[in-house]
């Protein structure tokens, strides 16, 4: 009898035995950063809505009645007006998967087989479906796609859609859009100036600059996305008391922003070394995404974007989160079946003046 002469030969003549357990799937389609679910979601119990589109009313101008009077005095007292409906039509999303009986019977019933066939052809499916969305979430604006309420195709609003260099509506010389926006949400903020996002410009040349830098630049922004309700207004008004704030940017932004920490923090109370974890701004974190490297934004002159993500934040429709649909392949192919998820969400912003932006002047 001839002996096994070599490695490769061994390895053939040998059964295969996985070195974890086969409920154990490698996944190595995963992204560098999740962004939608790990902050987006977090607390989001409310996330969830029916209806044929997404409606809210936005009291965006104060009716102004307020005035001081004589006693005796006549008053001429008027209705006003100052609601503001935004609308947001559903995006239709789905991913699928196919099975064939004959591969899931022969990937079954084996305790040594590599992996169970159908469980990582659903776990494949979720991936699609959360990459999709996370990409989706930073997608450059289109009009086309997301705006238009007869979109053929209609796309999920992305992140950059509210949060532009000018405040206005997306700009395709500025804001890597397609042209022409005329309004957001259905409201055009160059009339209804309520409905612009705070922005601002740093010296990317001079990061460090006492007055024009980047850190005087988080200054100024944070300050201008700050909104105090009075307290007479704590019952009519939504509290802003566990808010959640971050500062997104991409590759360039965190190196950047850890340059100028480490160059004024002699002049800091609070220090920010290299060994410290994520840095921060006041206690907000700044956060790398990963998908803002696509973004198209000029080398070492990064834009932070500053969210509240309170008003900011994806609505899925009640029936048709990760909706499952089971097909079969017909009198043609009996041993497939197609399997379906649907979901149905969009993004929605209710407050555009609470997420702010400062990108390089230079």
């Given amino acids: 009898m001839a002996g096994i002469l070599s490695h490769a030969d061994f390895l053939k003549a040998t059964r295969d035995v996985r070195m974890v357990p086969k409920e154990t799937l490698l996944n190595e389609t995963t992204k560098n950063t999740y962004f939608f679910f790990s902050k987006m979601m977090k607390g989001a119990e409310d996330s969830f809505r029916g209806g044929t589109k997404l409606v809210d009313k936005i009291q965006g101008s104060a009716a102004g009645t307020f005035s001081f009077y ?5 008053f001429s007292p008027s209705q006003n007006d100052t609601l503001v409906p935004i609308e947001v039509n559903w995006a239709f999303g789905e991913s699928h998967y196919v099975i064939i009986r004959e591969t899931a019977a022969l990937n079954s019933g084996d305790p040594n087989a590599y992996l169970d066939y159908v469980k990582s052809l659903e776990q494949a499916c979720v991936v699609d479906t959360v990459n999709g969305m996370e990409e989706a979430l930073w997608a450059g604006p289109n009009p086309d796609t997301m705006e238009s309420s007869t979109a053929t195709t209609r796309e999920a609003y992305s992140i950059p859609c509210f949060v532009t260099r000018d405040g206005l509506e997306p700009s395709g010389s500025i804001d890597n859009a397609t042209d022409p926006w005329s309004t957001i949400e259905t409201v055009d903020p160059s009339n209804d100036t309520w ?4 922005f601002g410009t740093y010296t990317a040349s001079d990061p460090t600059h006492a007055v024009t830098g980047l850190i005087p630049a988080f200054d100024d922004i944070v300050l201008q996305t700050q909104f105090e309700t009075p307290d007479p207004l704590t019952k009519y008004s939504e509290s802003e008391s566990a808010q959640k704030n971050v500062i997104v940017t991409n590759r360039d932004g965190i190196v950047a922003y850890k340059k100028a920490l ?5 002049r800091m109370d609070s220090l920010q070394d290299p ?17 803002c490297d696509n973004l198209g934004w000029t080398d ?4 932070y974007l500053f969210l509240n993500l309170n008003y900011l934040k994806p609505f899925f429709h009640t029936g048709m989160y990760m909706d499952e649909v089971i097909t079969d392949g017909g009198s043609k192919q009996p041993n497939s079946t197609v399997v379906y998820k649907f979901t149905w969400y969009n993004l929605l912003c209710r407050s555009r003046r609470r997420q702010g932006r400062i990108y390089s002047s230079d």
């Fill in 70 to 74: 004589n006693p005796n005095d006549e």
């Fill in 195 to 198: 409905f612009k996002n705070k």
């Fill in 275 to 291: 060994q410290i974890r994520g840095p921060q701004y006041e206690g907000v974190p700044l956060k790398y995404v990963a998908e």
């Fill in 300 to 303: 070492d002159k990064p834009d």
């Fill in 262 to 266: 480490r160059a004024v923090n002699d």
